[in-house]
């Protein structure tokens, strides 16, 4: 297998499909387990780059809502089981706000109720920190449908424009430093303005002659029978998954509505954005492969939410540790097969190149790219 780099839509399915799964279960073995399994691809697999820190620092945020989630459990939480810890200071209430507190007695059905629920947060947001650290932000804005080119174009010369200026800055005081003037003080700081925006305003010319010559804008004539129809299938395509998503994430309705609601949001949005992209022409130099193993290494990451929603429904108490009484929560097998397949095709993913630094690609020329 060659050594390339995945595409970054396929990491971003993997790790959604991961925060899928852990959103439906409080069971701490289950989100450990996924957990784990992002930390063993990122090592594996993120490269060296700024972006790969978004995972520690998702780390970090994620012990920190599961803190936060806790101490709201303990001091306002409802009264829940017998086996008392300790005791706080209880604020009397009035009447109306019966069964609300805060304080009282603190019980270990509490004290787990809010730690798995606080585990299940910080799961999530672990996911998506591996999401981050796995696909370059540059590279997946690069890869956005033509529909909302767009608004790819300004995303991308929005977060290259603080890099850049760095990075002028350096040099600039470099080169003053070589000669022998000052690089502190008021004084450093007039010598820096002048070449600075200057080599800010010859990027923005450079980019606007690329984005021009490339065809920024253009866009074609399209009948209005497939404008308004591709307007219907964006309307629908949304409404459904709003319902999907809220249908999966509450455990309500019928087993099957909210997969189908999914299902019909997914194909009518592709659908729509396709027919939109239409409109624009233009074009990708050096595109991003999507090839087999992108397609395995998205089913695989869905495969765990496919499991875990094929457990909810038919025995859901394994995804729900119980808290009265107190029992050792278990591990359910079919979760633990879809979680394996979405570590294998993970790892399965081909090697990074060994010289990262010529794959990369500058954001100026990302930026000329993605406006053609």
Same mark, same amino acid.
């Given at each position: 297998?060659?050594?390339?780099? &995945?595409?970054?839509?396929?990491?971003?399915?993997?790790?959604?499909?991961? $925060?899928?799964?852990? *959103?439906?279960?409080?069971?701490?073995?289950?989100?450990?387990?996924?957990?784990?399994?992002?930390?063993?691809?990122?090592?594996?697999?993120?490269?060296?780059?700024?972006?790969?820190?978004? /995972?520690?620092?998702?780390? %970090?945020?994620?012990?920190?809502?599961?803190?936060?989630?806790?101490?709201?459990?303990?001091?306002?939480?409802?009264?829940?089981?017998?086996? +008392? @810890?300790?005791? @706080?200071? +209880?604020? =009397? &209430?009035?009447?109306?706000?019966?069964?609300?507190?805060?304080?009282?007695?603190?019980?270990?059905? +509490?004290?787990?109720?809010?730690?798995?629920?606080?585990?299940?947060?910080?799961?999530?947001?672990?996911?998506?920190? $591996?999401?981050?650290?796995?696909? *370059?932000?540059?590279?997946?804005?690069?890869?956005?449908?033509?529909?909302?080119?767009?608004?790819?174009?300004?995303?991308?010369?929005?977060?290259?424009?603080?890099?850049?200026?760095?990075?002028?800055?350096?040099?600039?005081?470099?080169?003053?430093?070589?000669?022998?003037?000052?690089?502190?003080?008021?004084?450093?700081?007039?010598? @820096?303005?002048?070449?600075? @925006?200057?080599?800010?305003?010859?990027?923005?010319?450079?980019?606007?002659?690329?984005?021009?010559?490339?065809? /920024?804008?253009?866009?074609?004539?399209?009948?209005?029978?497939?404008?308004?129809?591709?307007?219907?299938?964006?309307?629908?395509?949304?409404?459904?998954?709003?319902?999907?998503? /809220?249908?999966?994430?509450?455990? !309500?309705?019928? *087993?099957?509505?909210?997969?189908?609601?999914?299902?019909?949001? &997914?194909?009518?949005?592709?659908?729509?954005? %396709?027919? !939109?992209?239409?409109?624009?022409?233009?074009?990708? /130099?050096?595109?991003?492969?999507?090839?087999? !193993?992108?397609?395995?290494?998205?089913?695989?990451?869905?495969?765990?939410?496919?499991?875990?929603?094929?457990?909810?429904?038919?025995?859901?108490?394994?995804?729900? =540790?119980?808290?009265? =009484?107190? +029992?050792?929560?278990?591990?359910?097998?079919?979760?633990?097969?879809?979680?394996?397949?979405?570590?294998?095709?993970? &790892?399965?993913?081909?090697?990074? =190149?060994?010289?990262?630094?010529?794959?990369?690609?500058?954001?100026?020329?990302?930026?000329?790219?993605?406006?053609?």
């Amino acid at each position: 297998m060659n050594p390339r780099l &995945l595409h970054a839509g396929a990491w971003w399915m993997w790790a959604l499909g991961l $925060a899928a799964a852990a *959103s439906r279960t409080t069971n701490p073995l289950i989100l450990g387990l996924i957990i784990a399994i992002t930390g063993l691809v990122v090592s594996s697999r993120a490269e060296k780059a700024p972006w790969a820190r978004a /995972y520690s620092s998702a780390l %970090i945020l994620g012990a920190i809502v599961m803190g936060v989630r806790l101490l709201f459990g303990l001091f306002f939480g409802l009264a829940l089981g017998d086996q +008392q @810890l300790f005791a @706080l200071p +209880q604020a =009397p &209430l009035p009447s109306w706000a019966q069964g609300i507190r805060i304080g009282g007695s603190i019980t270990s059905e +509490q004290l787990l109720l809010a730690l798995f629920d606080g585990l299940r947060l910080a799961t999530i947001i672990v996911c998506i920190g $591996a999401a981050n650290a796995l696909s *370059s932000p540059l590279r997946l804005l690069k890869s956005v449908p033509g529909a909302i080119y767009e608004l790819g174009v300004a995303i991308v010369v929005a977060m290259s424009l603080v890099p850049t200026l760095i990075a002028d800055i350096t040099r600039v005081r470099e080169a003053r430093r070589l000669r022998g003037r000052t690089t502190s003080g008021a004084r450093g700081f007039l010598g @820096l303005v002048t070449p600075v @925006l200057e080599g800010s305003l010859r990027r923005s010319l450079d980019l606007a002659a690329a984005m021009d010559s490339r065809g /920024y804008g253009r866009i074609e004539a399209v009948p209005l029978r497939t404008r308004r129809g591709t307007q219907g299938l964006l309307v629908v395509g949304l409404m459904s998954l709003v319902v999907g998503m /809220y249908l999966f994430l509450a455990g !309500t309705g019928s *087993s099957w509505i909210g997969p189908v609601a999914l299902v019909i949001g &997914l194909i009518a949005g592709v659908a729509g954005l %396709i027919t !939109t992209g239409r409109r624009t022409s233009r074009s990708r /130099y050096r595109p991003d492969p999507w090839l087999w !193993t992108e397609w395995s290494v998205a089913v695989g990451g869905w495969s765990a939410a496919a499991t875990i929603w094929w457990q909810m429904s038919h025995n859901a108490a394994a995804l729900e =540790p119980s808290l009265t =009484p107190l +029992q050792w929560p278990g591990l359910p097998a079919l979760p633990l097969i879809g979680l394996a397949i979405a570590t294998i095709t993970a &790892l399965a993913t081909p090697p990074l =190149p060994s010289d990262e630094t010529s794959s990369r690609v500058p954001p100026e020329l990302i930026a000329a790219e993605a406006s053609a």
